[in-house]
Structures are given as structure tokens and as C-alpha cells.
């Protein structure tokens, strides 16, 4: 069987596969939906528990650095740009990318970083 016999199985495989699945949608339509909502809701508890902890933790970096970085004791020192941006992405809840730069910039201080939740 050739490229075309393979690729007009896989149509007639579709086309077989798409009808049962027509059938038992409207068979049993409101019973997927529920049965997919179920499925679905402890992925989107974890994900909003997972943004609830990367938030804390971005506040906690944000902080840190504030403290032991921008805030010595002999002279306060302005936030580098990056830090700056980092910062507010972190007020925005963007912290997949201000995580990294603000760890960063704790690691090249030699500042403790603070526990992860």
C-alpha cells in the first residue's frame, strides 16, 4: 500500500471514528460535558494553586531584593531597569518571567534566596 491507500484509510478511519463519535455526542451529549468538566476541574484547582504559589513566591523575591539590595544600609540604591520591569511584571502576575531575572539578581548579590511555598 502506497502513500494514497494509506492516507484514504486514515480518511475512511476519520470519517468512521467522526460518525460514532456524532452518534454518542448525541446520545449522550450533557453526560460528556459533565464527565469532561469533572475531568478538567482539579487541572485548573493545581493551576490556580501553582499561580497562587509563584505569586507569593515573586512578592517574596520582590521584597528580599528591596531589602537586602536596593535598601544598604550605607546608601539606598535605585532598582537596575530589569529589576524594575521584573518588579511590576511581578505586581502584574506575569512571574514566569520575573522570577528568573529577580533570582538572578539575589544569586549575583550573594543574597539567600527566599523558600519557595
Same mark, same amino acid.
Given at each position: 500500500?502506497?502513500?494514497?491507500?494509506?492516507?484514504?484509510?486514515?480518511?475512511?478511519?476519520?470519517?468512521?471514528?467522526?460518525?460514532?463519535?456524532?452518534?454518542?455526542?448525541?446520545?449522550?451529549?450533557?453526560?460528556?460535558?459533565? =464527565? $469532561?468538566?469533572?475531568?478538567?476541574?482539579?487541572?485548573?484547582?493545581?493551576?490556580?494553586?501553582?499561580?497562587?504559589?509563584?505569586?507569593?513566591?515573586?512578592?517574596?523575591?520582590?521584597k528580599t531584593?528591596?531589602?537586602?539590595?536596593?535598601?544598604?544600609?550605607?546608601?539606598?540604591?535605585?532598582?537596575?531597569?530589569?529589576?524594575?520591569?521584573?518588579?511590576?511584571?511581578?505586581?502584574? $502576575?506575569?512571574?514566569?518571567?520575573?522570577?528568573?531575572?529577580?533570582?538572578?539578581?539575589? =544569586?549575583?548579590?550573594?543574597?539567600?534566596?527566599?523558600?519557595?511555598?
Open positions: 500500500m502506497g502513500f494514497n491507500g494509506t492516507a484514504q484509510v486514515l480518511v475512511e478511519a476519520t470519517s468512521v471514528l467522526g460518525a460514532r463519535w456524532a452518534s454518542m455526542y448525541k446520545q449522550h451529549g450533557s453526560l460528556l460535558a459533565v =464527565v $469532561g468538566v469533572a475531568l478538567a476541574s482539579p487541572f485548573v484547582a493545581e493551576a490556580r494553586e501553582s499561580r497562587a504559589r509563584d505569586q507569593a513566591y515573586c512578592s517574596a523575591l520582590t531584593y528591596q531589602r537586602y539590595v536596593a535598601q544598604s544600609r550605607s546608601h539606598p540604591v535605585r532598582p537596575e531597569v530589569m529589576v524594575s520591569v521584573a518588579m511590576a511584571d511581578c505586581e502584574e $502576575g506575569d512571574t514566569a518571567d520575573a522570577i528568573p531575572v529577580l533570582e538572578q539578581k539575589l =544569586v549575583n548579590a550573594k543574597v539567600k534566596l527566599p523558600e519557595r511555598p
